[in-house]
């Protein structure tokens, strides 16, 4: 069993950065393969990204490219999601999700995949 909680979400002026943390305890994280999602309101929670397990690389969304980037330090067992450049439209409830078994042809991006989920963090951005 993993418990995942997340940090570092908050109020930040357009523009600005925050780096997001999912903390896990429980078990070591160094073969879990984790992802970020987030959710805005009244939209479906969406993938931001995710990195493989300990010493993987990592896959972002696309559109996010540029601005996020996903990192992991396994002695800490901790993730973070460094969001620069931030705009109005990233408010949102981020969360992190733990895979315990990830399998490489599943598309990360995939939510079902992941087996533990934290109780997410907001993000506030204004313009």
């Known amino acids: 069993q993993v418990q995942l909680v997340e940090s570092g979400g908050g109020l930040v002026q357009a523009g600005g950065s925050l780096r997001l943390s999912c903390a896990a305890s429980?078990?070591?994280?160094?073969?879990?393969?984790v992802g970020w999602f987030r959710q805005a309101p009244g939209k479906e929670r969406e993938f931001v990204a995710a990195i493989r397990r300990s010493g993987g690389r990592t896959i972002t969304t696309d559109s996010m490219k540029g601005r996020f980037a996903v990192s992991r330090d396994d002695a800490k067992n901790t993730v973070y999601l460094q969001m620069n450049n931030l705009k109005p439209e990233d408010s949102a409830v981020y969360y992190c999700?733990?895979?315990?078994?990830?399998?490489?042809?599943?598309?990360?991006?995939?939510?079902?995949?992941?087996?533990?989920w934290g109780q997410g963090t907001q993000v506030t951005v204004s313009s």
């Open positions: 429980g078990r070591p994280f160094t073969t879990y393969a």
């Open positions: 999700a733990a895979d315990s078994s990830p399998v490489e042809s599943v598309p990360y991006s995939l939510q079902s995949r992941y087996d533990y």
